[in-house]
């Protein structure tokens, strides 16, 4: 690196004054010569981020496969292949494709964050080259060149400007921050947070109002936006709960499967007098048995399904497992700005007398509608020096009310109507004749309006540089001498609460064409606006709602620190640890970051690495994180968490492709609503499981008595299949539909380390695959006493087994809650389908001659086929009583517990 540019990296360019950057930059006021900026543009290349590695098609394949429960099927496929049994491997092998090609397809757009990120960088810049003013492509730019900003600009690279005038930039996407930001050219502290630089202009922001001029220091990915764009590229994405938890079920199932296998292949070799052949046959047999070939697919579509239902609570899911972690975060992080707010400036309140109750403004963002309780003549007179001092324009279009120009003229603007005035008309009947443009370095703006001998001066600017220019105030008889203490109190107390505090004041002049900063003088003092951007409405009822479901919720936002506890008070979150910002979130190692994260919830003035860490710290600490955001400054953490959530309609493209979740309404109370059907599909998959599981256990308990008893098998490996691939979707995947069970946001989150299967369902599984291993096992002995044939033995217990799982189905429907009710018993529409499926698949397999070619089946009597649906009804009430006295045992033991 050479040794400018070395020094260049290392610069503070905040810190330094306009002349000694221009000459850390090497470069002069009339800007660099067409000659060294080539050269420079060599060395440092285009003002561009890199291109993204892609992922290549065989890849993402390849990616479908590495589930250990994936591969044991494939192992099994090409084991009954080798073994000649083309039917059996040809099913397995389907199940895995069909499972690989929705993963495929859901998953189908790569990570393309930095794609969005690149899209906020501007197309063009205006630059002075030579002493003459340019045009330049934005990408053509280098650390050195003169760039000027203008009203509407897109910011093209970071610069640490040299001249503004009246300079305010929108940095909500990177800061967080709602308001405009005044810039400057005066140098700041070395260590300023990012919010606080107001000596430069990121690229990537807008220019709200003013002009300005700054030297580039950093392009590309050198920039801060840049930076953002390094540290997504840096960040892991985590395994969602759901996808850890499938994980360790398919190791410890696949263990069991092959140690059971194992341990029987050899009793059948050694002590059952098998031949080494018929007894690895016999195994593969259970191997089959033992496998729920079913259970990816149907838990594939019970996301899927959940993606769908996910899309009408309008959250439009990116990746399909994230359908699932919702359900299981324990903290939601959440940016303030447009997430948590409307990102919208609102007057809340207006203070015309120092001494008395402010009047308060009611009303949502931009919308001109609002009641004003208070004085309303003096709110009135407060509110036109607002609307005439104002450069900005309210527009309604189909997506509601917006503002062209600075949001707190904005927020001028709309009160100016609900304080009953036409804004048209008093622009029109006060006609601005001069103005002092609003700039940081005197931080008011004044306008003069009126004919000559009846004109009126209007000021509104930063209470502390405009209350020394007044020397009166309105009383309730007139103007009285101004009572500076009083108003110092109330702009304290407004700071205090989190408004940002404008002041008002107007003076009467009939002599004055032009004025200067010597007429804003004399001034009568007309009040004090206090801004804020509010919380929407709905987010405090979500709030409420993730309170009573044990999820914590966190706000990290880059707005000041008063702001934000403000927000946050109105939201109802514990603002007892106050907030901690950004420098000190820098200045503590991890072990106190953990702390940090743990007993805080307010987090202010953060950077993106801060808002990283946090994500960090908080999982390290074993929580399920969901982070929400819709800022370029919200990608990195979105990116990390294990649910990152954006904001689909104020959301940038870099926040929602980094994101898993996009919310469609950028609404925070939309998250409860995807908790609670993350909650229900968890809910819903665990069903399956725990339905789908006594199958396949009872499957192989019989296989395994028939080899300890030395009897044929009762069932065949292809019955086996029949079962569990045809019957057994058809009804487990109706699970996939169930509606929430009552309570399921009054429960606390689950353990993040939790099992998949607890020792609760561990029971239940183990004692429904004994009651279906000895049924059919029972059943099979009684029709061979009778002398019936083996084939036709096997079709009744295939029969047995279909009709278990029917009666199981409305067992396993309720986890929480007894079944045998009104309502368990009649289930809903995709149990009753699935049912009615079954039924007719299975009168197929038992007389359908073609099915009995292919399975070996045969027609069964009416006899038979009602002791089969009696041993069902008498599994369902064995079931529900052990249901019951399970409650009550636990009622018992926590009663004991409490007393």
Known sequence: ?????????????????????????????????????????????????????????????????????????????????????????GVILAVVILNAAIGFWQEGRAENALAGVRRLLSETASVRREGRRDSIHAAELVPGDIVLLEPGDRVPADLRLIEARGLRTQEAALTGESAAVDKGIDPVAPDASLGDRRSVAFSGTLVAAGRGTGVVFATGSRSEIGRIGALLGGVETTATPLLRQIDRFARRLTTVILGVCLLVFGYA?????????????????????????????????????????????????????????????????????????????????VVTDPVAAAAQIGGEGYAPFGKVEGDQAAVTALARTGLLCNDAHLREDGSGWRIEGDPMEGALLALAVKAGLDAEAERAAHHRRHEIPFDAAWSYMAVLVGEADEAMLHVKGAPDRLLPHCTKQVGPSGPAPIDHAAWAGRIEALAASGYRVLAFATKPTSDLREIGHADVTGLTLLGLAGFIDPARPEAVSAAADCHRAGIAVKMITGDHALTALAVAQELGLDTRGGAVTGREIEAADDTELRRMARDTNVFARAAPEHKLRLVKALQAEAHVVAMTGDGVNDAPALKRADAGIAMGIKGTEAAKEAARVVLTDDNFASIVAAVREGRTIHDNIRKVIAWNLPTNGGEALVIILAILIGLPLPITPIQILWINMVTAVALGLTLAFEPPEQGVMRRPPRRPGAALLDGEMIWRVVLVSVLFGLAVFGLSAW????????????????????????????????????????????GTRAVWFGVALAIAAQLLFTYAPPLQAVFGSQPVTFADGVVVFGIGVTLLLVLEAEKLLRRRWAGLRSRAAQG
């Open 1 to 89: 690196m050479p040794p400018q540019d070395a020094a260049n990296a290392t610069a503070l360019w905040h810190a330094l004054d306009a002349e000694q950057a221009l000459a850390q930059a090497d470069v002069g006021p009339d800007g660099l010569s067409q000659s060294e900026a080539a050269l420079r543009l060599q060395r440092h290349g285009p003002n561009r981020l890199p291109e993204p590695p892609g992922r290549s098609l065989l890849a993402r394949l390849r990616g479908q496969f590495e589930n250990l429960l994936i591969l044991v099927l494939v192992a099994a496929g090409a084991i009954t292949a080798l073994l000649g049994h083309w039917t059996d491997s």
């Open 269 to 349: 070799v050694g002590f059952g007098g098998y031949s080494r052949e018929d007894a690895f046959l016999a195994m593969v047999g259970m191997a089959v048995a033992a496998i729920p070939e079913g259970l990816p697919a149907v838990i594939t579509i019970a996301l899927a399904l959940g993606v769908q239902r996910m899309a009408a609570r309008r959250a439009i899911v990116r990746r399909l497992p994230a359908v699932e972690t919702l359900g299981a975060v324990t903290v939601i992080c959440t940016d303030k700005t447009g997430t948590l707010t409307l990102n919208e400036m609102v007057v809340r309140r």
């Open 783 to 826: 029709i061979a006493s009778r002398g019936e044939s083996l084939a036709y033995a096997r079709t009744l217990s295939v029969d047995l087994l279909v009709v278990m799982e029917i009666f199981y189905l409305f067992s396993v429907r309720y986890l929480h809650m007894a079944s045998m009710t009104r309502t368990g018993l009649l």
